[in-house]
């Protein structure tokens, strides 16, 4: 057997373990096993890689841009907080599009050196594919990036005509990608091709900028994931550019899966992909601005302390717990699985509601208790929970908001109408843990804070859990 012929088997074991983890990922209990299958069958794709191309000559380039990429990708991913999570995925998948961009024009910069200036039409519009599709994704992933970060204002960034502007760029790209492929087809460019790519290129990189500004920054995890698919086909692209199947099947992989994703939060969130990309909902006021206290038909809130708190729980039969971004924001997943466990240990029936957009990214609410321990057969999805919030003594809502607001049900006006919610307020009785009384990401008041049922404990969650634990202790 030569290498040549072992090629294309490691190439074949990588895309199979591709599969696997993508298989693994669907799951909470299999998602590390199939992160370390599917990273096994990349390092077997890299070392594969080096003998499949006539490489010797840059081995010291490009083992040191492994060192580089490998220690930057390792002590970020160990370094980044959970919160921050959205943002380091739009870091990973614009460096991912822009690599694609530049394999692109390199190719495009080769064969003009061999064919002095013939380029072939096929390659040339699967270049041309990888070069836009990756420019747009690495400037679209730069500005989410920003946008996520607070370097640009994460408000959607809107003008008179704007949707005109970002077409007129799409339509200069593609006039121009035209250009260039009739050239190739006739086999004489009446204006230098790779002129003709550096237009491109800067057209599509001003695209994707275009594209993401309008859009409000905690939309960015939809748009994220939109961007995630784009790098994938950019990067299919490339594999038939580079005539390299795996990179056929990996970006194939990430394409699918990222549409698939964009299509999950979207639907979760009750909008179309065309209102999140065009929508006006991210120019909603977001946190920070100040709500009611009190509601117009002169309801008002009712306030506890952490006592009252451990009282109502330690009465309790069924508690039921909806975690939501306050909870990633005070890290108070321990804090939760030991008020759990304490409950627990009272014969008291604990099981967490897990809404499919609780937090900022998919699965957040399931990473962060996976990390303290919970269970992953307490944890509920909001179709299995939802029947049993009636029955339920108490629902124990921590840093939850948005994805408990009634009115997504009640109040055709609101901006999360028809957006599937958490029963809540069918508890019996409805414990809230949030700092103040400011709005949740889409920027809209509760008016579960305004039922009757609800008692409201100020403070930030891990704290505020933690006096009840401390209470609840205290009472045995
Ligand atoms: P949310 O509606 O954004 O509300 C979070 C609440 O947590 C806030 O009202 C805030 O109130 C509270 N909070 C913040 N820091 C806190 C702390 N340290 N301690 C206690 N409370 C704290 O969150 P959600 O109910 O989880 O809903 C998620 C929202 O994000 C949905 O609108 C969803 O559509 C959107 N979204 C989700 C995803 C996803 O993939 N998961 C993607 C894009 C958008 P205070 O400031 O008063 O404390």
Do not use: C, W
């Amino acid at each position: 057997m030569t290498v040549e012929t072992l090629i294309p088997v490691a190439y074949l074991i990588a895309a199979v373990t591709f599969i696997l983890g993508l298989k693994g990922l669907s799951s909470p209990t299999t998602a590390v096993q199939g992160n370390r299958i599917a990273a096994a069958g990349m390092l077997i794709a890299v070392i594969a890689t080096f003998f499949a191309f006539d490489v010797k000559g840059g081995v010291p380039v490009i083992l040191a841009g492994i060192a580089v990429g490998g220690v930057a990708g390792f002590a970020g991913a160990r370094m980044v907080k959970m919160t921050a999570m959205p943002q380091m995925v739009a870091l990973f998948n614009g460096a991912g599009g822009g690599a694609a961009a530049l394999v692109a024009i390199l190719e495009f910069a080769r064969h003009e050196e061999l064919d002095a200036g013939v380029l072939e039409v096929g390659a040339s519009l699967a270049t041309l594919l990888a070069l836009i599709i990756g420019a747009v994704s690495f400037s679209g992933s730069a500005v989410a990036f920003g946008k996520l970060q607070g370097l640009i204002t994460p408000k959607a960034f809107r003008y008179a005509g704007q949707q005109l502007v970002t077409g007129g760029i799409a339509a200069a790209t593609a006039l121009l990608s035209l250009v260039l492929l009739a050239g190739a087809v006739a086999g004489s460019f009446a204006i230098e091709p790779m002129f003709l790519i550096t237009l491109i290129t800067l057209l599509a990189l001003v695209f994707g900028v275009a594209l993401v500004m309008p859009i409000g920054g905690a939309d960015m995890p939809v748009v994220i994931s939109l961007l995630n698919a784009y790098t994938g086909l950019a990067v299919a692209a490339a594999g038939f550019t580079l005539n390299n199947q795996l990179l056929v099947v990996a970006g194939t992989l990430v394409g699918a899966s990222g549409t698939i994703l964009t299509r999950l939060m979207s639907k979760a969130m009750n909008r179309s992909l065309g209102n999140v990309l065009f929508g006006a909902f991210g120019a909603a006021p977001a946190a920070g601005a100040e709500a009611a206290t009190a509601g117009d038909d002169g309801r008002s809130i009712r306030s506890i302390g952490p006592e009252d708190a451990a009282i109502l729980l330690s009465y309790a039969q069924n508690v039921i717990v909806v975690p939501g971004y306050g909870l990633a924001v005070a890290q108070a997943q321990h804090s939760v699985r030991e008020l759990a466990d304490l409950l627990e240990s009272r014969g008291i029936n604990v099981k967490y509601a897990i809404h499919p957009v609780a937090g900022r990214m998919p699965g957040h609410m399931n990473v962060l208790l996976a990390e303290a321990n919970v269970p992953y057969d307490k944890l509920f999805d909001m179709d299995q929970i939802n029947p049993e919030f009636q029955r339920a003594d108490v629902a124990l809502v921590i840093g939850a908001n948005d994805v408990t607001n009634p009115a997504a049900r009640s109040n055709p006006g609101s901006p999360i109408y028809g957006m599937p919610i958490l029963d809540v307020d069918k508890a019996q009785n409805i414990i809230v843990i949030k700092r103040s009384m400011k709005p949740g990401f889409a920027g809209i008041d509760n008016d579960l804070y305004l039922d009757p049922k609800t008692a409201m404990l100020f403070g930030d969650a891990k704290d505020a859990v933690g006096k009840v634990v401390q209470e609840l202790k205290k009472a045995t």
